[in-house]
């Protein structure tokens, strides 16, 4: 049940990660190139990158299935008796050229720990400026997916989300949100549903490029994502778990960091204009929103 | 006894951040600029920054005092019993616009928890293309310094820090080294090295300045110098005590995240030709060196 429950969703995230790697080479114009690794304790992962495209400076479509035994140090940090894991995943980052069209990141995983198993996962948005639509349309996609599923998990989810994605040091989210999950039974509903999550990944995303990949923009509106792609590394490297569990587990250095953006300023106390569209956006990452009526129904055709 | 060490100590290391920004100020022909804060638990500090300097990229030059009870999550991290703490030091980070001058980190700091009292601190350089007399002469510096009070600290701290500052997903130190010292008795001789060690920090710096400042650099030595920056910030983001304990007392983050290399490249995957002089760095940083000969001794005449 367990073998046949790993090989199943290896095999579904290696699918994904066809599937989107071969719609954002398209949207791009320019393809991936692949770098597989094996790590030492067990296991291995299938490395995708993108850099100096067109549409993306640098994109990173990333699978792994690594297994073993966690260190004694870092085993207490999971839930689950005892240190053997496996754990497979598919996790996306991909950073736009243009300030204009958001960075995102989405990731689907399958976790074993000693006498314990979970899925875990979600997708998120991050915007350098505000289009409020965008933002609609990507927590309307997740929120439908999860509504198909259970009417409960979408609220439940979206403010996983706002909560995980908080950079406390700062009083402010990575970015607009979206779903988070974590410790979900992988039982038939949560499988499916973390598939569907997983398949409709290019339907949140790829209607907010199309839409914003030809805005125009200058110096300014570059200097201020380049600004605002620092927070992208105070987070990852101050507070995600999952970079810090992938370091510590002998996961490849290279495929994990590949989240990081591809040029970024760290200038010291930079503050927007009030009233400006970079003050705007700030004033919807320190005081997160909902973007659906907590009313609205999803169309349960699919 | 404790109040007048804590006055003492935080007058110096005022003395001491106005003696390195005038100086650097004169080095680079840009003024720094000053920022006072207050810290709502208790205490506050003086931030000096400058930004776009004829050489200084951006560096900061800071003092803080702070004091009052940490966290019961936090408190157990530093040692002591209680949560009652009271901080002092100067911190300082600077980083060259050109690549062949190093950057170059200071910190100087006293600390009370509980019933215990201890000095640390250090100074470390990062160079981004090898002048190995340079770094000859920046540990000379400090090996004199910890000579004149123990014979045995210079190996001691020298150690220390290639340990601490050691990346060890990557397998590489963040430079050349340097000295660390960390719960240091707060004794007579303690004090005395402390302040000389502080006190040297422009001797071993300001000559590397000047030796490198007008060396001729491209577009190649540039990006270099970008990319090598990213080990910087995964550095202090990920590891470094400093970095985490101000996050986590409540300093004030824009003084705090100024150590920061204000340009930054993350590339995927950078390994430099087999042969170049980037290499030759590489070579030193993953296989730390002795600068000096252990039998070298120092000039006691200061």
Redesign the interface.
Same mark, same amino acid.
């Given at each position: 049940m367990t073998e046949e429950l790993r090989r199943e969703l290896s095999e579904y995230v290696r699918k994904v990660q066809d599937t989107i790697t071969t719609a954002l080479a398209a949207l791009d114009g320019q393809a991936f190139r692949e770098?597989r690794w094996e790590r030492p304790g067990g296991g291995g992962g299938i490395t995708r990158?993108l850099?100096n495209g067109h549409v993306f400076e640098?994109a990173?479509v990333n699978t792994s299935v690594v297994f073993g035994e966690l260190s004694e140090e870092f085993a207490p940090n999971l839930p689950g008796e005892g240190r053997e894991f496996f754990a497979t995943g598919v996790s996306l980052v991909l950073h736009p050229r243009s300030p204009m069209v958001p960075t995102t990141h989405a990731n689907f995983r399958y976790i074993e720990k000693g006498d314990r198993a979970w899925l875990g996962g979600g997708a998120d948005l991050t915007p350098y400026y505000l289009f409020e639509e965008d933002a609609v349309h990507f927590h309307r996609v997740f929120k439908r997916v999860c509504d198909y599923h259970d009417a409960s998990w979408y609220p439940r989810f979206k403010s996983a989300c706002d909560e995980y994605f908080w950079l406390r040091?700062?009083g402010e989210a990575r970015g607009i949100g979206g779903i988070f999950f974590d410790e979900l039974e992988p039982d038939d509903r949560g499988i499916a549903f973390w598939k569907d999550a997983a398949d409709s990944f290019l339907e949140s995303y790829e209607p907010i490029v199309e839409r914003r990949r030809d805005e125009p923009f200058g110096d300014d509106e570059r200097v201020h994502q !380049?600004r605002r792609r620092?927070r992208y %590394?105070?987070f990852n490297?101050?507070y995600d778990r999952g970079t810090v569990f992938g370091?510590r587990t002998g996961g490849r250095?290279?495929s994990i !960091?590949?989240s990081?953006?591809?040029? %970024?300023?760290?200038?010291?106390?930079i503050e927007p204009h009030p009233d400006s569209r970079e003050a705007r956006l700030l004033e919807v990452l320190r005081n997160p929103r909902d973007w659906i009526p907590q009313d609205e129904s999803s169309p349960i055709a699919r």
């Open positions: 770098d990158i850099e640098k990173g040091h700062r !380049l620092s %590394v105070e490297l101050l370091l250095t290279e !960091l590949m990081l953006p591809p040029l %970024v300023r760290h200038d010291y106390d």
